[in-house]
């Protein structure tokens, strides 16, 4: 089991711009695991280390990037609850990896 609250400590030494990449860089590494149809396992556990990013980031992000930041995190949530249907799917895991990449994009305007 991973320990969270380590992450959390090392994760929070960043500067925001740097937290911004971290998470963008986890959103195109679920794009290319989505479009290869490799490491399900993977692509949760990034889906999950990215909601706790995140939940860590939003504080110190101004008002639009935490809203912004805010709205990535019900998507994830999204994805996490219907992982298996999407995974199955390769139309959903496609749509998910076009999703995937735009909000990487977003997040690093």
Known sequence: MRNWEATKQRYLRDE???????????????????????????????????????????????????????ELQIQLALWQLRWTKIWADPAQRMEVAAQAQIWSDRILE
């Open 16 to 70: 925001l711009p740097i937290r911004l990449g971290n998470i963008a860089s986890n959103l195109a590494k679920i794009k290319n695991l989505s479009q290869r149809a490799t490491a399900s396992n993977v692509a949760v556990s990034l889906i999950d280390e990215s909601k706790r990013f995140i939940e860590w980031t939003a504080n110190d992000a101004d008002i639009d990037m935490a809203g912004e930041l805010v």
